[in-house]
């Protein structure tokens, strides 16, 4: 009879990246963590680059909640002028979500960080709502720079202290981070959902 025979055995999902005590991790310099997380996983060769993005969350208000981040124990969110995260999205098997800044587990599967660090924009005040700007791994590497000088208050001293690497550089001098950083509107539940 259909269906008896032994069950198909899903294979375990290897993260793309150490654990997270091993990843190079700056707090508040979300950006450069994930630059440096698609930087590992292009060196490492485990999963091809094309399947992983960068996920900027922001909004025109710049304030963001996200909940489960280390920066706020407890339930409440902390709210960010911007967030980005890892997406990974395998060609077999659900996809995962990196945030070196969350208390979730690392990687966590997609459904659980929209669940549980996203949540519905239902549930959020409009002026709260987030918008997505997803870019592809390979681009991320080749265009993204920064200076940090966002990080800098009006005296010009740091408002975190900065990674102790030097500026991330791509093809040139270091330059704002974002400049007309683009976000457009996206619903978890539509493009951004994977698998």
Not at 171 to 186: D, K, M, N, T, Y
Request: proline fraction near 12%; charge should be negative; include cysteine.
């Amino acid at each position: 009879m259909e269906g008896d025979g032994p069950a198909a055995t899903v294979p375990q999902y290897q993260p793309a990246c150490p654990t997270r005590d091993a990843c190079v991790y700056s707090s508040c310099y979300c950006e450069e963590n994930i630059w440096k997380l698609c930087e590992y996983i292009k060196t490492h060769d485990q999963y091809p680059l094309e399947e992983c993005s960068a996920v900027f969350i922001s909004n025109e208000k710049k304030m963001v909640p996200i909940w489960k981040q280390q920066a706020r124990p407890g339930n409440g969110p902390v709210i960010w002028d911007y967030h980005v995260v890892l997406l990974h999205v395998p060609s077999e098997g659900q996809s995962f979500i990196y945030d070196l800044d969350s208390i979730l587990p690392f990687p966590c599967p997609f459904d659980i960080y929209v669940e549980d660090a996203l949540k519905s924009d239902d549930d959020i005040h409009p002026q709260f709502r987030r918008k997505f700007r997803v870019v592809r791994a390979d681009s991320y590497l080749k265009n993204f720079a920064s200076d940090r000088s966002h990080m800098k208050d009006s005296s010009g001293n740091w408002r975190e202290p900065p990674p102790a690497y030097p500026c991330i550089e791509t093809g040139g001098e270091p330059r704002p981070s974002f400049p007309g950083l683009c976000l457009v509107p996206a619903q978890i539940c539509g493009p951004l959902v994977p698998r």
